[in-house]
């Protein structure tokens, strides 16, 4: 499975939109790219997926580049309980293991 | 709606104790994944089962082992427990659909402290 890289961490304004990049560079054509989240010693919680096109649900929306080499979730209103670590994972078959890198510690502030 | 149960929720053991971690599935999945936390750490993939047979093996000790039952929950043995063993453990299930994504839910974890 492609690695991937995150900026560390992230401050984000309660009410306000966060921007979360991923870069995948080496991603093959048959790599799904994947956001968790965890919530302070939580078990992760899946947020979105996706393979080429843009996508959305309840939670945030995945913007794939074009080429696939990188991709940024949002978060269209951030609240104090968004304040989390933030995975993004590649991965190549629909049912094996997640191999979670180094996240983005993401805080919300009031 | 059900979700991944894990027991213990906290663990206190001893060097060169064992200790049993059990994991009870989302009723109807058939894949259960271990991953282990270490403090300050991400979480890492130590096994996984699938239909109550090994599917795929990450970094876990020698001293560890985990089987899946046929009611589909599955337990992680740990056996000469050293300090290093601290973390937390999560466990993960997913129904397998080959065709499909397949999205895997996390229980809320036990926490191994091995003093």
């Known amino acids: 499975d492609a690695k991937t890289t995150q900026p560390p961490s992230m401050d984000c304004a309660e009410g306000r939109a966060a921007n979360l990049p991923c870069n995948h560079s080496?991603?093959?054509?048959?790599?799904?790219v994947y956001w968790y989240r965890q919530i302070h010693s939580q078990g992760p919680q899946y947020i979105i997926h996706?393979?080429?096109n843009n996508e959305t649900n309840e939670m945030a929306s995945l913007i794939i580049t074009e080429d696939r080499k990188s991709s940024t979730l949002i978060l269209p209103h951030a609240t104090l309980r968004d304040t989390a670590v933030y995975y993004c994972?590649?991965?190549?078959?629909?049912?094996?293991?997640?191999?979670f890198g180094a996240g983005t510690q993401v805080v919300v502030t009031p | 709606a059900a979700g991944v149960i894990q027991s213990p929720r906290h663990l206190i053991k001893e060097k060169r104790e064992t200790a049993t971690l059990k994991c009870y599935p989302i009723?109807?999945?058939?894949?259960v994944y271990w991953y282990q936390q270490g403090p300050g750490q991400d979480p890492q993939f130590l096994i996984s089962?699938?239909?109550?047979?090994?599917?795929d093996k990450g970094s876990i000790p020698d001293r560890f082992s985990a089987q899946q039952f046929s009611d589909y929950h599955s337990e992680l043995n740990m056996s000469s427990l050293e300090l290093g063993d601290s973390a937390l453990y999560f466990c993960?299930?997913?129904?397998?659909?080959?065709?499909?994504?397949?999205?895997?839910?996390f229980g809320p974890g036990t926490r191994l402290t091995v003093l």
């Open positions: 993960a299930s997913s129904l397998m659909i080959r065709t499909e994504y397949n999205e895997q839910f």
């Open positions: 080496t991603i093959s054509g048959n790599e799904y």
């Open positions: 996706g393979l080429k």
């Open positions: 994972i590649v991965r190549a078959d629909s049912w094996g293991k997640f191999q």
């Open positions: 009723p109807r999945h058939d894949t």
């Open positions: 089962f699938y239909e109550k047979m090994q599917s």
